[in-house]
């Protein structure tokens, strides 16, 4: 089998194109895996790593806020629509896939319409519940819409062949052990709260985690790992001017990054993070109680919608940016642990959302549409 995969620009949009490659080459050794993105974009440097072959194609996407600056740039993106298009057509009769594979971004477009336009057959995968532009123009024609949030379907195409398979969930995450877990972080029986913004760390989240990390530090009632990011430089040594040391309060695990988040996610209680598509995939993998703040800094406000699919199910609890301070933070979390069955209520829901064989589903489908197209 030859196929091609087209997304970037997050590693949202990345990270499902890469699990799914891997799966296939595990079922296929013999595979021959192209995958196209955005020149310098994220994933010319995280494709090669990752072991598969990489092209690039000259895009870049639409700047949405009025100014001068952003107008230049738009007239660009325009020209590179263009170039975009003969170098996606270039390298797909170069390579003649037998199925391409698109995971969103503005990058997909180009390379997926152009398949489509050669008879080549093209699926596409969601991976939020609120679909992007691109995915959205793509669902008409594509041989499969796989989707990550049945949410998402009533955004498609009405003619759209839409199939519900979640999204990628690393293996480290689906198989870690709570308790063992535990024991690894050297935690105690008093709950956990795990906290994080993502990698550049968020400073509403920074500022309100560090009031409730103040205020539980009064009677040490809990345990917390936060991560604060690269820009939260500045938290460690707040955190100690407000009389919460962890040198003084050893339950408190605060660090720049989470490099062992299979491990935090499967000790935690409760988990106060964005609603990043496949973060709340990995949150109802391991079945964990979430209180959400959706990043409003997203295309389309599309981690409002992610949220409100768990929120409407009983499986998290969501506090907007807008509304998000240190008091807000210590109300919810008070709120979520007053009553015992409101944490595990939550953390079941999310569990019965869960979709553990995405990859195999997907490999499924990808077989069936080249079975398809080959029985014309």
């Not at 500022?207 to 205020?215: N, R, T």
């Not at 944490?343 to 489908?365: D, G």
Request: proline fraction near 5%.
């Amino acid at each position: 089998m030859k196929i091609l995969f087209a997304g970037g620009g997050t590693a949202g949009h990345i990270n499902p194109a890469l699990a799914i490659a891997g799966y296939v080459k595990e079922q296929e050794p013999d595979a021959q895996i192209l995958y196209i993105g955005a020149k310098g974009g994220m994933e010319e440097r995280l494709v090669p790593q990752a072991g598969f072959d990489f092209q690039s194609i000259t895009i870049s996407g639409f700047q949405r806020k009025p100014s001068l600056q952003n107008l230049k740039k738009n007239v660009k993106t325009i020209a590179h629509l263009f170039t975009s298009t003969a170098e996606s057509k270039k390298i797909l009769q170069e390579f003649k896939p037998d199925i391409c594979v698109g995971t969103g971004g503005y990058v997909s477009g180009p390379v997926i319409r152009e398949a489509m336009k050669l008879h080549i057959p093209a699926v596409i995968h969601e991976q939020n519940a609120f679909p992007g532009v691109t995915n959205k123009a793509l669902s008409k024609n594509a041989d499969r819409v796989m989707l990550a949030n049945a949410d998402a379907e009533k955004f498609m195409a009405k003619n759209a062949r839409c199939i519900l398979t979640g999204n990628p969930v690393r293996m480290a995450v689906i198989r870690a052990d709570r308790q063992a877990a535990r024991r690894k972080l050297g935690l105690d029986s008093r709950p956990l709260i795990l906290s994080f913004g993502g990698s550049l760390g968020a400073q509403k989240i920074n500022e309100a985690v560090l009031d409730l990390m103040q205020e539980t530090a009064k009677t040490d009632s809990f345990q917390h790992i936060h991560a604060y990011g690269q820009y939260g430089g500045w938290f460690p040594e707040k955190l100690k001017e407000c009389g919460a040391d962890p040198a003084d309060h050893p339950n408190f695990d605060i660090r720049p990054y989470i490099d062992d988040m299979p491990d935090c996610l499967a000790a935690a209680d409760l988990v106060i993070c964005r609603a990043g598509a496949i973060t709340l995939s990995e949150l109802q993998a391991k079945g964990r109680a979430a209180l959400i703040i959706p990043s409003p800094n997203v295309a389309e406000n599309h981690q409002y919608f992610n949220a409100m699919s768990m929120v409407n199910r009983g499986a998290a609890v969501i506090l907007e940016e807008k509304d998000l301070s240190g008091a807000a933070l210590i109300r919810k979390v008070k709120a979520l642990f007053e009553k015992r069955e409101t944490i595990p209520s939550l953390a079941a829901n999310a569990q019965k959302m869960a979709i553990l064989n995405t990859n195999e589903r997907i490999y499924k489908i990808l077989q069936e549409v080249l079975q398809e197209r080959r029985a014309y």
